[in-house]
Each structure stands twice: as structure tokens, then as C-alpha cells.
């Protein structure tokens, strides 16, 4: 935002300023405000003798203070008695008996410059209340004849409260026929015998003065009713009251008028008279009654709370009974007092000569009438008509500076007036700044700072504020107050320095300067984490903070639990400590949890951070353990109450019992139930003496068992259960073992404790095999092999037999299998892998449970070399009942014998006849060594290994060679050549086209196809005809060893050969750098091309190349050979070396042509760099593959 258009700030007021913006200073003269002052009404109690009622006002000069009362000059009867504050405005009235001070005060505040006044101040006192001394006639009415009893309570202070009651202070019942009315009489709407009595009475309650007072007590006497014939006879028999039509003893009349304020509550009575006793409806005239609407006192009383405009109208309550009816109509008004239509009229500054307007708008219902008094004083329209009154307006016309005061709007109706103080000040002033001027205001960043800059003027000022002679912009600043107050609202270090405010009018001009400091935030940057920790261990709490430099004689890191500060001692027995930013309580206990609050503070700004510290602990123990018998004494429940978890949650309850029979003193688990459970039925053994106890768990542990209960007796009976996981087992193929878990002492239920053991042969016997017995173990000898059986065992004491046992089936020992396997069949699939079938044993010779078949085959001989017997065996077992499988992992072109056996448990059977069979011819691997060799400009010359397994027998080679397009990345043509003979080991491509780069492919091939292809890249590369180089690079071979180069140049130029030949052309070479360089920098431009080998297979063998780049040569003959690698020339003459291929850069190993270049996912990764020619540069200039040759440094030797 921009402060005063593009340069500085224009902000204008009006000429005339509403009070919402006028705040004259105290340094400027001006009339009096009332500030404060005690609000009517007053209450005065009996006991009080003293009252005080404030009136403050603030003006220049200060104003003086005088009281009216009732429309009267308030003077003082009694000096000692009413003490009247003059310069304060405190009015303080004492007296004995303050009714004399009863009235409607006012309080005037008055100056040379006009005078102030507050509304009405009503004064109420009130003596003790008491009811009349009287004599009260006894009522005698009767039977059927209503009665009125008449409370008429005294006033007093509100609330009051009325109540009938008899002189032993039972309530009077009251009902639909009898019941007290809003006015505090009790109504009966017609009288029975029985409401005769001495001592009705009427008790009034003033509750806020605490005092009850009582009306002397009523006689009613209700005469009975006698009969016609009135003789002996009939003198005690009840007679009816006749029927009488209702009529109304509350309200009288037919209509009443109901006028009452808005938001008063609406009370609309009828209370009937009649015999039979009439039931009161109501209804509004016209229109539907308000659903607000409340019947009470047995629908005799309708309320309306809070009465608004449209509960107005014509209600009607109707009384009726089976005599007729009646009916009482009530018109309710529902009036205002008076109110600002929007807000009170506002003072007002304004300049001489300029007309002022003040406006009283008021409501009320009643219209209010309003009052217009100048100083306290009334008046009219002025005799010179600068003045002009217009009903709720006044007009001043070309105003003066006399005109100024107190001008007060008071609007009054029936229910209330309302008074509003309107200052007018009529000026001409030049800017008065009221800001100290060089003010120093400190802010931190990112927080908002306001510097002030008060001006009072008439007129106002313009106020402009600028800083560094420059006019203040941007939307960080804010202006408010009409320019008298510029806020920052991001405050940053460059807002620092002076601001200059300049206030201005027609009058003159003024200015102040503000230095503003902007510091450094303070901040927590590591607040304390919410911590759990045990009790008696050391709890830590961090709270790491920054704050400006400037600031530090100011800081302080305060720390708060529960928003109270904790105090921390240097004494030794203190736990609280802080160290740094750390605060440490050492051996913490519950009363240490709560919530902590770090509180970083300086002078300008603080940061606070919160955590909550739990203090965990095993739970207590729990108490008043109960226990209680359900269906028999064995069958218990036990409860208890859980004691506190101590801040983690109870996961589980343990009971544990311990009985003095069979292990006394020891206490054993019998029962967990949830940590939400405070009970656990029991199931008990019997013949036992038990007691029990419960302790709690939580994620701390197990806390203290309770206490245990007293002793509970259980009566012996017969077992519960059976013996459980009975196992059958047969170690010998002619026994079989019964075992079983046995029961624990306890679980006997009573004395004379055994086991009954009952066995037969499943489907063969009927009647089962007997024997009592005191083991858990039961040999029975002599049995079938591995035959199923039925088994029981029963549990029996004196008391009994245990309940029935299923039977469980188990079988006799096992002997190993009788039978092989037969028509053994053998399918080859492929190479390596076999399909193998039979015809599965019988049943019956397997003789125990069938473990699976396993296949056994021997590999003898490789076709390769039958004369060398191998007899390498390899076996695998297939689980479960089966006739066919396929068998894994053989080798190509071999002699084996196969057989199958069964097996079980007790172990294998005997072996199938063999089976005797050949697997096929397979494809060769991978050829291990490839490598090329330049012998002239159109020719490569390839030499190879043959590969490690040839899988049959090799009937020779497939070479597959590829001209690439280094720019367009694809495969340019592609031919083959298939290569006969075994022992071919190298080859030579002729015709090839100079200057291009080329990928070998090469496979090894038997009768079965060709193998995998090995790789090889190399260029024809050779910028004039006549050079010749080649290097012979060996590839990786399995086992991490080295190959020596198995390429030599050609022999065309015997000259090579000579020493002298080799140190000259070195020579030339060391003095050609240059030149060299740049031939090495464009033989090794490359590219991509289509219908390359996968990622994986080109990092493969570029990482072989590389790996064998790197490995040094076995034996000094291969170093020599690595070595001495040369270049030929095509004639006999003796040339310089210009522009000819690096062949070898000694100590670098960087290679020439003859080595394989970066593979395609070598081009594929980005930011690569190219030349203007879209070659390739990136080889050699920056990126390395893994493994891949170094850039030479320096110059190098050049064999020749």
C-alpha cells in the first residue's frame, strides 16, 4: 500500500469529527464528559446507614460537581450528615434513616466551557416489612360458597415469596379447588367441610434480606348443609351442595387491560368460583396461541415469557362446569420504553463558521417526547435563528466558538427516559503533536510493530509518513487512526531506522521522528517432547531456543507445570535442575506428571512450547477381594475393586490359588480375565482347601497381589476329565506304546485315583482289551504290523468314574517296505531335465505309513570321452503317493542309470530294476575368449577360445558382424558367416568399410544349435591408407583369471621389428603430442544403434573387457606382448607420424581400436556431450563406466 498517494499520506478527516473519532487531549480546553456514574436504582435496606454515589467526569479545565434531587438544587440538610465532593463528584448521604434520602437524583459536572449531566439516579429504601397488627373475624360459610382469604404481604425487597401454611408449618394443600392467586390470596372455589380449621396463615419471604414474616392466623368455619326435612333422623346425613354456574373470583369484571414492556413476562390469571368445582380453557381471539405459551396452577395461570409485538392481542379464559361457564376477555398491550434508534448522538469538533446538526433519533411506544437542555439548561429556538430546534434535531448555523458546550438529548416516556451528552467544540487549531518526539520502538521479525504518532488539530490534519526522505510504501505497511498510528505488519531487519510524521492543516504543521530497532524473533527450535517414564527414574525435558544478541541481558527460559512456575533451588535435595535448555527431574513419582510449559522470554517477544510427562507405574494391588458360591461350591465367583493403574491402562487381572493338600504355600495361575473385568467365575477342583488372591497388569509389569481371601473348601467328587493327547506309537513292528498327558493332583477330585486302558483291533475285534493301571504308560506286545487300533483310557477315583471317552484310533509299530516300484519308465524332455513314471507298490507291502518315492540316478559317462567313467550319483525324494515326476539337473550328452524305491518311517525299500539312458546334444556356452585385431583398413582379424562346456560336439561357428551408424544410432547392415571345424579358433573379415564401427557377434554351434553370443566391438578405424594396428584385449574367464592376447599384428613390415625403427618413431611420437591428441579425441567418437545386445548383456561384457583391462598378465611373455604392440605402414618408407592412431598409451592402458567401446546403455544414460557433429565426446571428457579406462594425463610412450 502507498502512505500519501505515490509520496507521502493524505488522510483528511470531515470538518466535522463524530465522537467516535473525537479524543480531545487533556492539553486542549474543553467542555466536561461524564465518564462514570452509579446507575440507578439504589437499593437501600433497612440495616444500611451510608450510602455512596459516584459522578466522574473528565474536562480542562477539571469540571466541579453538583447534585439535584427531584428536579431541585440539592442542598445538604445536615453538614455532617451528606458530604458532597465537589472536585471528585462523590456523593456520600449517612443516616440513621435513610427513607429521608429517597428521590431521583442528577449529578452536574461543570467547567467554564459547558456543563455535563448524568440520567436519573433513583434512590429506594426500604424498612423491615411487617404485616399489619389486626383482628381477624372468622369466616363462616357454607358448604359449596367460595372463600377468599386475604394475604395482602407488605413490600419489600424484591424477590418476594408467599406461601399458606398452618402454625406448625404444614403446607396448605392446594389443588384445582383451592389455590393461592398471583396477588397471594388463597381462592377456594367452593368450600367443604373438611377446609374448616383455626390457623390458616400467610408467610411473605424476602430472601435477599433473609427475613420471613407471618400474618396473624384465619379462622374458617363451613357449615354443613341439612336437608329439607331436618328431623333426628336425618340430622348427620351428608348433603350436596347444589350446583352453582362459575363465576370469577380473580380478575372482576368482564375485560381487563394488560399493559406491559417488551421482554417482560406476560401473567394472565382466572381463578373460578362454582360448585362442581369449573376447569379453566384459554384462547387467543383471532389467531393461534404461541407455542411460548406455559399453563400453570391447573391451567388458572397463562405465562408468556419475554412478550414481543405479536404476543399483543384479546385472550379469553373460559370457567365452566356442568351449571355453565364464564368468561373474562384481557387485552395485552405490549409496550417500549425509549431507545436510540442506532446510537446515541455523537460530540462533535468542527471549525468556526460551519453548521453543526445534532440528531436525537429515539423509539419507544408510547412516541417518546425529547427534551433539549444546553449546558443543563433547556432551551428553544434561538431569538437571532442561529439556532433552530426541530423536534429530534438541532441546527447551529454559521457557529462561533461560543457555541461550544454540553448539549443533552434527553427522551422520556411512561416507562423510562433516556439522556444522551452531546459535546460541541468549536475550533480553529494548528496540528498539535502529542507522541515524544525521537520515540525508540524495538520490534522483532515477523511480528507486527504500530508506531504513534498523535496529532490533535481543528481541522484535522493530513498526516504523511516517511522514512530515509522517502515516502513509505509496500503492503507490510498499514495506516490506521487516521494516519496516527503506522503499522508493520511483517516486520524485517530492513525496516529498521527513522520514520518521520509530518501533521499539517490550514492552521500549520508539525512533525516527530520515530527510531524503530527490528531484532531477531525469539523462538523455541527443538520444543520438549511428550515423555513417558517410570517412577524412580530421571526425566528430561528439552526445550532448545534462539534469540537476538541484543536481547540476552533480557532472556530467560522459564518452565511451568500446570501454569505453575516450578522452583528451582541449587540445593542438593533438590529434584528440579536445569542444565542449559534441559530441565531434569530426578527420581520422578506420580506427582510429577502434568503438563510442562517452556516459556522463552525476552523484553520484546516470547515463544512457549507444551508436553505432557506420564509417570507410569505397576498397578496396586486390588481390594475387598469377595467370594461367592453360584449352583454348588466348586462352581465360584470372585470379585474385587481394581486399585489405580498408575497411568497405563490395566491389560489383564491374574487370579492365583493356593490350597494346602498337595503343595501348601505355593501359589499357582488359575484364571486371567481383561483388564476391564473386575470379576472371574470360577471352576474349582474338588477336595481341595483353597484360597485366592489377584494382582494386576500393565505395560510396566505386574504390580502386588492383593490380599487373600479366606479359606474355601471344595468336597471331593468324581474326575472332571479323561487323560488328553494320547499318543500311539510302535517303536518294534510287533509292540505298540499308549501314552497319554496324566492328570495333575489336583485335578484327582478325591482319593483312590487310576486309569483304565481299553484297546482293540479296529474292524477285526468287538469287545475291547482292559486294564487298570497308575502310569501315564501302557506296552502292549505281540501286535500285527501296523495295524489300526481302537483306544480309550478312563480316569476313575473312589468317588467315581470319569465322563466317557471318545476313542481315538492309532496304529501298530512299522517295518520298512517289502516291494520296489516297477515298469520303470524314463522320458527325456530336454537337456537336462526327465519325466520318470511307475507303477506304484501295493499298500500292504509298505507297511506303515507311506513317506514317498525317491528316484536315484547316476550319470556313468559324458559321450564326449566314454572311455572316463564318472559314477557321479544325485538322488530326490518326493513325498506322498505317486506315479510319475519329473526330474531336474542332469547334464546334455551323458550316459545315466536311474532307479526307484518306496519309504516310510522305519525306512526305505528295496530299488526298482535300473533304467539305463542317454540325454541329447545340448547347446554349447558362451565362447570365453573374443578379440579383434586391425590388420588393414577393410580387415579385422578375430580370434576366440572355445567355451568352457561344449555340451556335445561342436560342429563350428556362427559370426554375425554389424555395421553400426554411430549418429543415427541403428544397425546400418548386418551379415553372417557360419564357421566349420571344431577347431577353428580365429578368422579374418575382409572387405569392410574404413572408418566405421563394427559389433562381432560370435556363437559356438553342435548338431543341437548355437549357443549364446559372445560380443566384440572394434572400428576400421585409420584416418590415411598405409597404417596398420591391431591390440589383442583378453576378456574375462570364469574364475577371475587372466587370458593372454591370443591376436598378433601382421607381419607385412618387417622394419617393426628393429629397435632402432621403434625408438625413432617413439620419438617423433613424443614430439607430435599434439597432433596425437587430436587424432585420439576423434577415434573415439562413438554412438548407439539399434539391435544391440540388452543392458544387462552390454554392462556384462563391457565390464569383462574392463576387468581384464585392468587385471595385471600372469607371466612376463603375455606383459611383453601387452607391451610391445605396434603400428606397420603399407610402404617401405620412413614417414612421420601424422595423424596416425594411438595403438598404446603405456601406464594408462587406454586402447586403440581393437578395444571394445561403451555399450548401449552406456549412450543411453543423459548429460552426455557431443560435438558440433553430433559425435560423441562424453568417453573419455568426464563420465566413467565402472571399470572403464582413465584419460591419459600427460604424454605417454608410443610403441612404434
Known sequence: MTLAGSLSLRLLLALTTMASGLNIPLEVEQPPTIITYTSGPIIVLHFDTAITVKCKARGNPPPEYRWEKDGQAFVPPNFQTIRANQTKGLLVLQSEDMSEF????????????????????????????????????????????????????????????????????????????VSMGTDGNLYFSNALKNDSRQDYGCFAAFNRIRTIVQKNAMVVVVKRLKPANDSSESSHTPVAPPARIPSLLLPSGVQTEKVLLKGEDLQLECIPEGFPTPSVK???????????????????????????????????????????????????????????????????????????????????????????????????????????????????????????????????????????????????????????????????????????????????????????????EGEGFLAFESGQS??????????????ICVASNMEGSSAVTAVLDVKDATKIVGPPQNTQVDSGKLAKLMCKTEYDASLQDTFELVWRKENKEIPLSSEKNSRYSVKGAMLEIMNVNLSDQGTYTCTARTSLDEDSATAVLTVRDVPDAPIKLDLSELDSPRNVVLSWIPGSDHNSTVTEFVVEYEENRWEPGRWKELQRVTGNQATAELKLYGNLNYQFRVYAVNAIGPGPPSEPTERHKTPPAAPDRNPENIKIQGHHPHQMEISWEPLSPVERNGPGFEYKVKYRQLGVEDSFTEHMVNRSVFLVNNTPTFVPYEIKILSRNSYGWGPEPKPVTGYSGEDVPTAAPRDIAVEVINTTVLRVS???????????????????????????????????????????????????????????????????????????????????????????????????????????????????????????????????????????????????????????????????????????????????????????????????VPSSISGNSTHPPLGAASQESSFSTHGWMIGTMCAVALLTLVVVIACFLRKNKGGKYAGTPSPQRQEKLAMEKVKEKEEPHSDTESQKMNDDTFCDYSDSDEKPLKGGSLCSLKGDDATGDSVSRYTLGDYADGGREFNEDGSFIGEYSGHRHRGSVSEPNGPSLVNV
Open 838 to 1032: 511307475w507303477t506304484p507298490v501295493p499298500p500292504a507291502t509298505v507297511r506303515g505309513r507311506l513317506g514317498g518315492y525317491n528316484v536315484h540316478w547316476v550319470r556313468r559317462r559324458s559321450l564326449l570321452n566314454p572311455d572316463k567313467i564318472l559314477d557321479l550319483s544325485h538322488s530326490m525324494s518326493f513325498s506322498g503317493n505317486r506315479s510319475h515326476v519329473i526330474v531336474p539337473g542332469l547334464e546334455p550328452f551323458s550316459e545315466y542309470k536311474l532307479t526307484v524305491y518306496v519309504f516310510n518311517k522305519k525306512g526305505n525299500g528295496p530299488k526298482s530294476d535300473p533304467v539305463t539312458f542317454n540325454t541329447p546334444e545340448g547347446v554349447p556356452e558362451q565362447v570365453t575368449v573374443l578379440t579383434s585385431s586391425i590388420i588393414q583398413r577393410d580387415s579385422v582379424r578375430l580370434e576366440w577360445a572355445q567355451p568352457s562346456k561344449s555340451n556335445g560336439i561342436l560342429t563350428g561357428y556362427l559370426l554375425q558382424y554389424h555395421l553400426i551408424n554411430e549418429t543415427a544410432l541403428e544397425v546400418i547392415d548386418s551379415k553372417e558367416i557360419n564357421i566349420t571345424g571344431a577347431d577353428t579358433n580365429h578368422w579374418t573379415l575382409q572387405g569392410l568399410k574404413g572408418d566405421s564401427l563394427y559389433r562381432f557377434d560370435l556363437r559356438a554351434c553342435t548338431r543341437a544349435g548355437c549357443g549364446p553370443p559372445q560380443a566384440e566391438e572394434s572400428r576400421t578405424d585409420f584416418p590415411e591408407p598405409g597404417y596398420n594396428c591391431s591390440l589383442s
Open 102 to 177: 429517597e428521590g431521583k437524583y442528577r449529578c452536574y459536572a461543570s467547567n467554564k466551557l459547558g456543563t455535563a449531566m448524568t440520567n436519573e439516579i433513583e434512590i429506594k429504601a426500604f424498612s423491615i416489612p411487617k404485616f399489619p397488627k389486626e383482628t381477624l373475624s372468622p369466616i363462616v360459610v357454607s358448604e359449596g360458597e367460595p372463600i377468599t382469604l386475604k394475604c395482602n404481604p407488605p413490600e419489600g425487597v424484591a424477590p418476594r415469596l408467599i406461601y399458606w401454611m398452618t402454625v406448625d408449618l404444614q403446607h396448605i394443600e392446594q389443588n384445582e379447588r
Open 282 to 472: 384459554w384462547m387467543k381471539m383471532g389467531e393461534v396461541m404461541s407455542p411460548r405459551v406455559k399453563f400453570n396452577n391447573y391451567n388458572k395461570l397463562l405465562s408468556l415469557s419475554a412478550v414481543e409485538e405479536s404476543d399483543e392481542g384479546k385472550y379469553m379464559c373460559t370457567a365452566e362446569n356442568s351449571a355453565g361457564k364464564a368468561v373474562h376477555y384481557f387485552d395485552v398491550i405490549v409496550e417500549e420504553p425509549p431507545k436510540w434508534l442506532t446510537e446515541p448522538p455523537q460530540s462533535q469538533l468542527t471549525v468556526i463558521g460551519s453548521d453543526v446538526h445534532i440528531k436525537c433519533s429515539v423509539s419507544g411506544k408510547p412516541q417518546p417526547a425529547i427534551t433539549w437542555r444546553r449546558n443543563g439548561v433547556m432551551f428553544r429556538d434561538d431569538p437571532d435563528k442561529r439556532m433552530q430546534v426541530f423536534d429530534d434535531t438541532v441546527i447551529l448555523f454559521n457557529a462561533k466558538a461560543e457555541d461550544s458546550g454540553v448539549y443533552q438529548c434527553e427522551a422520556s416516556n411512561r416507562h423510562g427516559n433516556i439522556l444522551a451528552n452531546v459535546n460541541i467544540v468549536i475550533m480553529n487549531m494548528a496540528p498539535l503533536i502529542l507522541t515524544e518526539n525521537n520515540q525508540e520502538y524495538a520490534a522483532v521479525v515477523g511480528k507486527e510493530i504500530t508506531m504513534n504518532c498523535s496529532v490533535f488539530s481543528s481541522p484535522p490534519s493530513s498526516i504523511s509518513w516517511t522514512k530515509d526522505e522517502k515516502a513509505i
Open 486 to 499: 503506522l503499522k508493520i505488519i511483517n516486520a524485517e531487519k530492513g525496516d529498521s531506522g527513522k520514520y
